[in-house]
């Protein structure tokens, strides 16, 4: 369904009608939904994917507060969703006594949750100052332009999540339908993000172009 063939209160009907169905999925495990029993593996590939819905919901949270739509429910979500992404982040590199995760050693692995380091700690700071007072210009800026290389460097983290242990202790083919289905629980957030970036105007063409992409990839799935 091409953008252009829509007017903006029906692509928000149809994305909405998408997310309804897809958030209810959004904080469940993936291996819980397949019934696969939560081994190391299954959970950390999981966790590491979920990050990357986080990248997209809390600047989606942002962004809808920043619109004036249901400012202080999204601002809460947004101060949740950062505090969800900070502990993830140690969980998988430290490990997880209590769901009997213990911390990584792998240092492809390792190295990669560093480079995501490197960039959410800042990140995480800028998005800190829309949670209780309406952003800058300058603020909101940190959100439209770190967001991206958040999600590319949380990406590549789990992709290598699934190379090592795809190659250890997992069958490969669930390890990649569990990086696969928590992809697409990135997708949902991310094209309710686009269009909210679209109806602000702050580059209108390029978020445009990004919606249409995100809307063939949810309806072609």
């Given at each position: 369904?091409?953008?252009?063939?829509?007017?903006?209160?029906?692509?928000?009907?149809?994305?909405?009608?998408?997310?309804?169905?897809?958030?209810?999925?959004?904080?469940?495990?993936?291996?819980?939904?397949?019934?696969?029993?939560?081994?190391?593996?299954?959970?950390?590939?999981?966790?590491?994917?979920?990050?990357?819905?986080?990248?997209?919901?809390?600047?989606?949270?942002l962004?809808?507060?920043?619109?004036?739509?249901?400012?202080?429910?999204?601002?809460?979500?947004?101060?949740?969703?950062?505090?969800r992404?900070?502990?993830?982040?140690?969980?998988?590199?430290?490990?997880?006594?209590?769901?009997?995760?213990?911390?990584?050693?792998?240092?492809?692995?390792?190295?990669?949750?560093?480079?995501?380091?490197?960039?959410?700690?800042?990140?995480?700071?800028?998005?800190?100052?829309?949670?209780?007072?309406?952003?800058?210009?300058?603020?909101f800026?940190?959100?439209?332009?770190?967001?991206?290389?958040?999600?590319?460097?949380?990406?590549?983290?789990?992709?290598?999540f699934?190379?090592?242990?795809?190659?250890?202790?997992?069958?490969?083919?669930?390890?990649?339908?569990?990086?696969?289905?928590?992809?697409?629980r990135?997708?949902?957030?991310?094209?309710?993000?686009?269009?909210?970036?679209?109806?602000?105007?702050?580059?209108?063409?390029?978020?445009?172009?990004?919606?249409?992409?995100?809307?063939?990839?949810?309806?072609?799935?």
């Open positions: 369904m091409a953008f252009k063939q829509l007017g903006m209160r029906a692509t928000m009907k149809f994305i909405l009608i998408v997310v309804t169905t897809l958030v209810l999925m959004v904080d469940r495990p993936v291996w819980a939904a397949m019934g696969t029993p939560p081994v190391q593996g299954a959970q950390k590939i999981d966790l590491a994917g979920r990050q990357r819905m986080l990248s997209q919901r809390m600047s989606k949270a962004c809808m507060a920043r619109a004036g739509i249901h400012k202080n429910a999204h601002r809460d979500m947004a101060a949740r969703t950062i505090e992404f900070s502990e993830t982040l140690h969980q998988v590199a430290h490990g997880n006594v209590s769901c009997g995760m213990s911390s990584e050693r792998d240092p492809e692995i390792l190295a990669r949750l560093n480079d995501v380091s490197l960039i959410w700690e800042p990140f995480a700071a800028a998005a800190m100052t829309g949670t209780d007072k309406d952003m800058s210009d300058a603020e800026a940190k959100i439209y332009e770190g967001n991206l290389p958040l999600l590319v460097v949380a990406n590549d983290a789990v992709t290598h699934e190379k090592v242990y795809s190659s250890k202790t997992m069958d490969p083919l669930l390890a990649s339908t569990i990086n696969i289905t928590g992809a697409q990135m997708l949902s957030q991310k094209a309710v993000k686009e269009l909210c970036m679209v109806h602000l105007g702050v580059s209108k063409d390029a978020d445009r172009a990004a919606l249409q992409r995100r809307l063939n990839s949810l309806t072609m799935h």
